[in-house]
């Protein structure tokens, strides 16, 4: 029995499909047929049962099942461990983070921090969304994460660090163009568009929308600021974003949402449970020294 058979396994465990299966580990449909039937072989029970194209685990199946993925899992992890642990030793610091934050507030950060101290790590950025940056930092990818509060991770450590304002943004030739602040019951009958609520900030915007206006008619949803605007300026209709620097490329009028300051919340994240290096230590107490210039660096964004 080796590692390979074990992958292997667990597979086609999970695809249920010799094809499948086979594809996803890059190897021919023969290799791993034989490797099934070695393993079977090995524990001397049938591990797999057909069901025309398809094959599912036998009782035997199922028991070993559960012992293997339970092993590869915490193998994995440990792998996950090392391979963070090497990275780190090489002085590399992996920070992961909202778009906005990769496209500008990281950059002047980890610049600033160069310039002013005495240690020089690497540092390497990673653009994802709020719930795949936390995930990350479970698995071990990321050391470092500037995201969304994420309430499947309650239990990594999250330290306020800047909010964004949210507004409501309309074409030049909308009738709203005119106001320059209103409330969220004040857009009753319009048609909305907002982020998706696959991710952090869409459920937060929504959340705090409804909760003053319950009857809101939100027609649509998008991922980023990018997309929401050019729906906007095409269908002429209300978008509902947070005022970033992508905005500034078009030529919307922004209108001040009366909506709580911290709807739009932005953390540094990490998981206080790692051995984090003495590089990683410095920048983490580097960032949380530095969050009023932040949140003013925040606030004077062109849009």
């Given amino acids: 029995m080796n590692l390979n058979q074990l992958y292997y396994f667990r597979e086609l465990a999970e695809q249920k499909q010799y094809t499948t299966a086979a594809e996803n580990l890059y190897i021919s449909q023969p290799t791993l047929s034989i490797s099934i039937k070695q393993l079977e072989k090995e524990l001397h029970c049938k591990l797999f049962k057909h069901n025309g194209r398809y094959v599912q685990l036998t009782d035997y199946g199922r028991i070993f099942y559960d012992t293997v993925t339970k092993s590869l899992a915490t193998l994995d992890h440990g792998k996950k ?179 709580p300051k911290n709807t739009r919340q932005v953390y540094l994240v990490y998981d206080s449970n790692q051995n984090f290096s003495p590089e990683i230590i410095d920048f983490l107490d580097f960032i949380k020294s530095r969050k009023k210039e932040i949140q003013e660096m925040v606030d004077n964004i062109p849009v």
């Fill in 81 to 259: 461990k090392i391979e963070q642990k090497i990275s780190q030793d090489k002085g590399n610091i992996h920070i992961a983070g909202i778009p906005t934050a990769i496209g500008i507030l990281l950059p002047n950060l980890t610049k600033q921090y160069q310039q002013e101290s005495s240690i020089a790590p690497h540092f390497i950025y990673h653009d994802n969304p709020s719930y795949q940056i936390c995930e990350g930092i479970k698995n071990g990818w990321y050391d470092i994460g500037i995201c969304s509060y994420v309430p499947e991770f309650s239990d990594f450590t999250y330290v306020p660090l800047y909010t964004e304002e949210i507004i409501a943004i309309v074409s030049q030739e909308n009738e709203l163009a005119k106001i320059t602040e209103m409330s969220p019951e004040e857009l009753q009958g319009e048609s909305i568009i907002t982020y998706s609520k696959k991710i952090q900030i869409g459920k937060d915007i929504t959340n705090a929308l409804l909760a003053t206006a319950s009857d809101l008619r939100i027609t649509n949803r998008l991922h980023d600021e990018l997309a929401i605007a050019g729906q906007v300026l095409t269908n002429d209709i209300v978008g509902v974003v947070a005022k970033t620097i992508y905005l500034s490329g078009f030529n919307i009028h922004t209108i001040k949402l009366d909506l």
